[in-house]
């Protein structure tokens, strides 16, 4: 008679058998936001108003693109972004630019701004009217009369963290972040003072957002400044 242990793996094979077959979990649908999912680990599109992982939702599409590429060709400098988008095709960046240019979800409410009435109205006249005396020009001069960006390729200002536009700021002055030349952006920066840019990025971080703003499609006047990123159509002044 055989014994128990020649019998086991018999035991075992009719044991499986009499099992219910094991649930297969159906494929995940192979739509843009699913192969987006790496994006949205760190860009969720809810805003979480963070100052490592900035909002994208809602941004011009053109600008998207723009940094995708930036980001690919190292004019900015972040190896997880460098290396996620290293590989991938032009139609694929603009794609994804697109996806994230679409969304609007609510804006999370300002956080608390430490801040002097002094250094708040300084960083408002900045913002609004710019400083002649340094060449620097109004944000709204170029990023719209409402702070909400510019078709295709101008990025909004409002809603973003004050630690994020300090640090954007930082990276112009210092040559870690670059657009394509001529880059308007580090040519501004290095005219602020860090008073200065302490100022600005007080003022737009303490402004509710108006969630029916939407980029503009066109400037009221030509760019004060040459910009690399921005199509030649939007023209500058001479």
Known sequence: MPDSISLRPALILLAMLALPPLAVAAPAPDTLEQRLAPCLACHQVKDRNDAFFPRLAGKPEGYLYNQLRNFRDGRRQFPMMTYMVSQLPEPYLREIAGWFAAQHPPHAAPAPVQATPAQLERGRALVLQGDAGRKVPACVACHGAQLGGVAPAIPGLVGLPRDYLNAQFGAWRNGVRKAQSPDCMALVASRLTLDDVAAVSAWLAS????????????????????????????????
Not at 220 to 230: D, F, K
């Open 207 to 238: 402004q509710r957002v108006d969630e029916t703003v939407r980029p503009a499609t066109a400037l009221a006047a030509p760019l004060p400044l040459p910009c690399g990123g921005v199509p030649a159509a939007e023209g500058a002044r001479p």
